[in-house]
């Protein structure tokens, strides 16, 4: 079904065809070729982290994060029920075991206070995730590990150009992971980073993600795998990276214009606070009733706007349930009221507020509708 306004689309006005076309005139079209490092190498400027190593995908990202901290079958590792699946399924490949949590109502980030009480001796890593561009509170997770000697692991998939009191999201643990999905802020179709500011760590990603080759030709002292990102990929990561400032503008502009748009009335949305830069890679919103939930969205639908729900508590999963019988009763409700809104930069203000008003409708404010598109 195509939509009138999709939830995302990506934003490719720079350099991408003109430095794909070079990737393609060279026949440097595999992951050899001057764009991987360059991609590499920018990629950490931007963020103010030493190193950086790219693969396929930010779900290769994660596990390489934790192959690389040689995480090991039966370690339990503390994660967030209330993200994308791709943060415990790293977990699960590893053998280790995933120590769900729940979220913090007002931001929906990693509550620290539940990661303290689901501390063990057995407590290898922490996966902190920045989701929906949103950074996680980092003056309480940063002592947290330190204190309790747990590794630190950021999901930065949704959150690149998120900041925590001035410093970028990802440069607070020891690893972080980065996703380039079409959907993504910057995107190169599939793709993802690994990056860290220990140098070991990130040597150890590449010689993991090249199969465990070693300076021999075809000599492999580890088994390793094939987690490569191409070189037309890295072309097209550079070129959305020279653009991210004006992408990151253009998405907090659609954010501000929600925000506005549902203010007085009872949908809320998720915005910023005083120590965070927020992304905005989704702009998401509760409504008051989950009841009203799917009827919204089938609504939106009927209207050529697509929407989201927000993520399934993964706790909850027949995959997963096994693992606890706990209830997470801010994840649950999170998830049963929050729906993705369209949130790609090409969006303008009118249209935000075509979008605003039609919810602010369908849930009967509609004498709080705003803006110059009111219906009749
Ligand atoms: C929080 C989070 N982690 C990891 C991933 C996995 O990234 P990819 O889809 O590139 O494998 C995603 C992707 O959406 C994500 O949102």
Redesign the pocket.
Known sequence: MSFNYPVYMPYMKGNEKKYVNECLDSTWISSKGKYIELFEHSFSEYLGVKYACSVN??????HMALLALDIKPGDEIIVPTF??I??VNAISYMGAVPVFVDSIKETWQIDPEDVKRKITAKTKAVII?H?YGHPCDMDAIVPLCKDNNILLVE?C??AIGSYYKGKHVGCFGDIA?F???G??TITTG???MVVSNNENLITRSHHIKNQGVTSIQYWHDIIGYNYRMTNICAAIGLAQLEQIEHILQLKKTIAETYRKAFLNTDIEFLYENDVVVNSFWMCSCLIKSANQRDQLRDFLQQQGIETRPLFYPVHSMPIYNYLTSEDFPIANNLSTRGINLPSYPGLTEEDVYVIANKIIQFVNCNEYAVGSYNYV
């Not at 995908?57 to 994660?62: D, K, P, V």
């Open positions: 995908n930010g779900t290769t990202a994660l993200t994308y791709a943060s995730v989701l999901d998939a949704e992971t996703s380039f999905f959907n993504k599939e793709g993802g």
